[in-house]
């Protein structure tokens, strides 16, 4: 099977509205999720999401590990619960074909090669500010970055992002890209009229995007 | 424990003196990474001057004032990583090019060394001139493809 077809079949397991909307609540969790969370997340029995999340499984599109919630071990214990989370790989299905991650890495690379870190930091501030100026999401910071693909979760007081949307760029690239991206999100909320008191910064965790972002007082 | 230890050396030219307004941020940056990176998992040991904070006073080739040397030693490639990338290390590191120029060459260079070694400012410079000479292998390579350690017992 081609790469392609593979990818295409994996995708057409998500065209169950049902089964889409607990592939999103999954994917966009920072930690692993049982099948009682995912459940009510859909509003779908638990029945009902524990098939539906085993046929996200078969697809590749999650996986599985079993851990006892209740922190007790040994005899008695219970069984461990069935816990799910968004499977590594990356997908990507254009029709007709098209392969701007080719075009990404060599852009990336001359950009890099070149040392115009501060240019690229300048255009992505811009994109960012216009885009955030025209958005169709309205004003909320939270929103915005939902809809650009980015998972925010809150952690305290902090805004963290639990998808980086240029994953392999930024593997590659991390000076270039983080710089780029946490630029782009500095003119999002400069562009954005409820982004006026926020602040982004550079704070990575092991996982997910570099950037985190926090509100003025009040707006959490 | 692993018998070899990563050393990575790094130099860079920069746009102006460290006592100058244009480096000011660098300079007022760098006590906290170097904390950072002395607190970091996995790592083992930095380069530093005579006054023992940072490695800011030497100058790795004579005739250039302005190229500054960064080395130090790591327990493995993935100790070195998540401190370069997923740490606050990655600040400074996306600002390189307000401080920095750009390097036409290789500017760093990896390398394996038995555990307790500790690189020297000539040996360091060796592994960048190796790395220019020669492009990327396992006596001299990047973060971008690391070479495993050598198999066997060190015998430097």
């Known amino acids: ?220 | 424990m692993n018998d070899f230890h990563l050393a990575q050396v790094n130099v860079g030219r920069i746009l102006a003196p460290l006592d100058s307004p244009q480096l000011a941020d660098f300079v007022a940056q760098l006590p906290g990474i170097n904390a950072l990176a002395d607190r970091a998992p996995g790592f083992v040991w930095r380069l530093v001057d005579g006054e023992g904070a940072d490695s800011t006073s030497l100058r790795p080739e004579n005739d250039d004032d302005l190229l500054l040397i960064n080395c130090s030693v790591w327990e493995s490639v993935e100790a070195l990583r998540e401190y370069t990338y997923r740490s606050d290390h990655l600040k400074v590191l996306a600002r390189r090019r307000e401080w920095f120029e750009r390097l036409a060459d290789f500017h760093l260079a990896l390398w394996w060394v038995p555990a307790g070694h500790r690189p020297t400012v000539s040996e360091a410079m060796e592994r960048i001139a190796l790395i220019r000479e020669g492009g990327e292998g396992p006596e001299a390579f990047t973060l971008r493809a690391p070479h495993p350690p050598p198999s066997g017992v060190p015998t430097a």
Request: charged share 25%.
């Open chain 1, 1 to 220: 099977m081609s790469s392609e077809d593979a990818a295409l079949e994996a995708l057409a397991v998500l065209g169950d509205p049902v089964r889409r909307g607990l592939y999103r609540h999954v994917s966009g969790s920072p930690g692993e999720v049982g099948r009682d969370a995912a459940a009510e997340a859909a509003g779908i029995s638990r029945s009902l999401a524990a098939f539906h999340l085993d046929k996200l499984v078969e697809a590749g599109l999650l996986e599985v590990s079993f851990r006892r919630l209740s922190g007790r071990s040994g005899p008695g214990a219970g069984r461990p619960a069935k816990l799910y989370r968004r499977a590594e790989g990356e997908r990507t299905v254009s029709m007709p074909p098209r392969t701007y991650d080719t075009a990404g890495r060599l852009l990336a690379e001359v950009v890099e090669q070149a040392g115009l870190d501060g240019e690229l930091q300048a255009a992505a501030r811009a994109a960012g500010e216009a885009g955030g100026a025209a958005s169709d999401e309205g004003s909320d910071p939270v929103e915005i970055l939902r809809a650009r693909g980015f998972e925010p979760f809150w952690d305290g007081g902090t805004l963290r992002l639990h998808n980086c949307p240029f994953h392999a760029l930024a593997d590659q690239f991390p000076a270039l890209v983080c710089g780029m991206n946490l630029a782009g999100i500095e003119g999002l909320l400069a562009g954005l009229t409820g982004g006026q008191d926020w602040t982004a910064e550079m704070d990575p965790l092991p996982r997910g995007c570099c950037v985190a972002l926090r509100a003025a007082e009040g707006e959490n």
